[in-house]
C-alpha cells in the first residue's frame, strides 16, 4: 500500500479528544513522531489517553455493495444468489438490529442508491476514475447493470435502512472507489464523493461516516476527507497482517494467517479505542465477520467463542470491538448467518448489563472532532 505523509504536514498541532471527557488535549510527542513516520492517525495505544474511562463500545459496520463490489473479481453467475439474497438478508439484519436496540452502520455504495440503470447512466464524476487496471471501474458494467437492475440497484433497501432506528447511512464510496490502486487521483476522489453526497441527499440523508472499499487506505485521500463532509473513517485492525487492507502481507502463508485468525486468537483480541486526528475519527475495525460456511460448521463454537471472548475484552477495558460484514456474505445461507449475529448480539446484551457496554455506530463517534 501506498502510504503518503501529507495527511499529516504542515498540521500546526494534533488533538486528540475522548468520548468520555471530551476534552481536548495534546498529543505525545512519540504519537506524533509515529503519525509523521506511518502516514497514519489512529493510536498505536500510547500513552495518556488510557486514562481516559471511555465506555466500552460495540460498533457493527457493514459494507453494501450489491454487485458493484465483486463486479471486478467475480462473475454474476457465480456471485448471483449472494447479490439477490441481500434483498431478505437486510430487512432480517434490520429487524434483529431494531429488536435488540443496536445501533449499526450501513456503509453504502451511491450508486446502489440510484433508482434505476437510466438515473445511474446519469449521474457520473467529472474527473472519471482512471485505473491503470481498467477492468476495476464500476462504470464497465453497463450491460448487466441493464439487465439485472436488482443486482445493482437497491433504493427500496436503503429507505428501509433510513427508516429504522438507530441505523446510520454511511458511505462506500459513489462507485466502490479503489483508492489503492495505480492510476486514480485525489481530484477523481473528491469527485467520486461529491457524487455519493448527492445521492445520499436525494433520500434526505447526510454523511458522518466513510468505510474505504477493499479497507485500501491511503493518507493522501484521508486527507480529503474533512473538506467532503466526512468526520469519521473505519481503519484497519491494528495488528500488522491487516494493515495494509486487501493486500495480505506474506503472500499465501499471510492468508492462512488471516483466516485461521477468525478460530484462533493470533492477532489477539483486536480492541482499540475510536481516536482523533486532523480532523478525522478512525473506528478501527476489529475483525470481519466470516460468512457461516457448512464445511466449517464443526468448529463453529470455537470461533463464535473467540469473537466473543474479544468483545469482552473491550468491555472490561473499556475499548471499542468493532465487527464488519457485507451483507452479501448473508445472501445465502440466511439463517445459519443470522443466527451467528443473534448469538454475538446476546452477549453484547450480557455485556452491556455487566459491564456498560454500549451499541454504537460508526458516526456516534464523530463528536470526538465536531465539538
Ligand atoms: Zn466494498
Known sequence: MSVSHSILNGA????????????????????????E????????????????????????????????????????PSYRRNVEGEWSAIPRMLALFRKNAIRATWATVGMVMCR???????????????????GLSTYNHD????????????????????????????????????????????????????????????????????????????????????QNGFH???????NWIYQTGDVVPGGLAGRGVRFLDAWLPLSGPGVARPTACNRMVEVTASA?????????????????ERIKRSMTVAARTGGCYHLWWHPHNFGVNLDANLAVVETLVSHYNRLRDRYGMQSRCMGDFAGLVVN
Request: glycine letters at 4%.
Open 12 to 35: 500546526p498541532s494534533i488533538k486528540h479528544r475522548t468520548m468520555a471527557n471530551n476534552m481536548e488535549t495534546e498529543m505525545p510527542k512519540a504519537f506524533r513522531l509515529h503519525c
Open 37 to 76: 513516520r506511518s502516514g497514519r492517525d489512529q493510536a498505536v495505544q500510547p500513552i495518556n489517553y488510557a486514562k481516559a474511562a471511555d465506555t466500552p463500545s460495540f460498533v457493527i459496520s457493514l459494507d453494501f455493495e450489491m454487485f458493484w463490489g465483486v463486479a471486478a473479481f467475480r462473475s454474476l
Open 116 to 134: 434505476d440503470h437510466a438515473e445511474w447512466r446519469k449521474i457520473r464524476p467529472e474527473p472519471m476514475p482512471t485505473y491503470s487496471r481498467p
Open 143 to 226: 450491460a448487466a447493470a441493464r439487465e439485472h437492475p436488482t443486482l445493482f440497484f437497491a433504493r427500496p433497501l436503503v429507505e428501509q435502512i433510513l427508516a429504522t432506528p438507530g441505523q446510520e447511512l454511511a458511505s462506500h464510496t459513489y462507485s466502490h472507489f479503489y483508492c489503492g490502486e495505480q492510476g486514480t487521483t485525489p481530484e477523481q476522489f473528491s469527485a467520486d464523493l461529491a457524487c455519493a453526497r448527492k445521492a445520499a441527499s436525494a433520500l434526505g440523508a447526510q454523511y458522518k461516516s466513510i468505510v474505504f472499499p477493499r479497507n485500501q487506505l491511503r493518507a493522501e485521500y484521508v486527507a480529503l476527507l474533512p
Open 232 to 238: 469519521v473513517y473505519r481503519g484497519n485492525p491494528q
Open 288 to 304: 470481519f465477520l466470516r460468512p457461516w460456511s457448512p464445511r466449517l460448521a464443526a468448529f463453529e463454537s470455537i470461533r463464535l
